[in-house]
């Protein structure tokens, strides 16, 4: 279901007298269709922010060319330039030089201890084949050591950011057959606003049915970590 779908399918399951049913848009909503607007968007992005974002659907893969002599890449800047980013999956960072081929794992290390081992003295200017990286605590990637070309390809995953539906055909990008849960979700809020405890009951009540699926679904298999030192 897109946006316009979605608050006409809350409007339907409120039961809510006076406002519309088959609502042929959203944009430059009023009175009681903005408040279902409102509810089913803070539905979606309640949903996306629960788990920390760790759905399936909200994870993305990045790939960039080193630049040479260069070890800091802000994730908002190029080579990256991400605009969805919200947080690193530090367990998925690979590297491989272009020449070579032969894929590695980078290794992580805390900024702490990166910072003591290697952002001091001559090992700033020293240039290699990087082998560490760690995160800034402005979530830059920084490579130990910096490399000496632009022939190494860093790739990876990381968590994109909530997204918001504005215009009546944005969908979300969760599995469709889970969308109704937007719905209850807008429901529940709902119900508060109305103080209606049969409106609250029944969104809760229905909620809860989806979202157990939803994480068995979506959120990724517990996994030991590769515990690189």
Not at 16 to 36: D, I, S
Not at 47 to 64: C, K, L, P, T, V
Not at 144 to 152: G, K, M, N
């Amino acid at each position: 279901m897109n946006l316009l779908q979605l608050v006409n399918r809350t409007v339907m399951e409120s039961g809510v007298t006076g406002t519309p049913v088959t609502n042929t848009t959203v944009q430059g909503a009023t009175g009681e269709l903005l408040r279902f607007t409102t509810w089913v968007n803070q539905a979606w992005q309640d949903i996306q922010n629960e788990h920390d974002g760790a759905w399936n659907w909200m994870r993305s893969d990045f790939s960039f060319n080193t630049v040479a002599q260069q070890a800091e890449y802000p994730y908002a800047s190029a080579p990256l330039s991400l605009t969805n980013f919200a947080s690193w999956d530090k367990d998925t960072f690979r590297i491989y030089k272009d020449s070579i081929g032969n894929e590695t794992y980078l290794s992580h290390l805390e900024y702490r201890h990166f910072r003591d081992q290697f952002l001091i003295g001559s090992l700033r200017t020293s240039y290699s084949y990087p082998s560490r990286f760690t995160i800034s605590p402005t979530q830059s990637i920084i490579l130990a050591l910096p490399p000496d070309d632009t022939s190494y390809v860093i790739s990876g995953q990381y968590q994109t950011a909530p997204s918001t539906l504005s215009a009546d055909a944005d969908t979300p990008e969760m599995p469709t057959r889970f969308h109704m849960m937007i719905v209850w979700g807008a429901l529940i809020s709902g119900g508060w606003y109305e103080n209606a405890p049969e409106m609250l009951a029944r969104g809760t009540k229905e909620y809860k049915k989806l979202k157990a699926g939803l994480e068995h679904n979506q959120l990724p298999s517990v996994a030991v970590s590769r515990g690189f030192l």
